[in-house]
C-alpha cells in the first residue's frame, strides 16, 4: 500500500477526507490531492509515481 486514507465525518473542512504516501514503510503526513489523470505524482524520496486511480483504490479500501 503506497497510500491511506483517512476520513473524519466530524471535520467539516476536510469532509472528503485525506490521502497520505506511505514512503519506505512510514507515513508522510503531507496530505496529498488527487492528481490529473495525465500527471502522475512522483515522490522524491522513494520515485515510486501516485496516479490518480490509486488514490481511487485507497478510497474504495475504506478510512484507516
Known sequence: ???I???DPLDDE???GRFYHVCR???DRTPLTIPPVE???ECRQCGI???AED???A???GSV
Open 14 to 16: 476536510h469532509a472528503r
Open 5 to 7: 486514507y483517512e476520513n
Open 49 to 51: 509515481d501516485l496516479e
Open 1 to 3: 500500500m503506497v497510500l
Open 55 to 57: 488514490f481511487f483504490v
Open 25 to 27: 514503510g512510514r507515513i
Open 39 to 41: 500527471q502522475p505524482l
Open 59 to 61: 478510497m474504495q479500501k
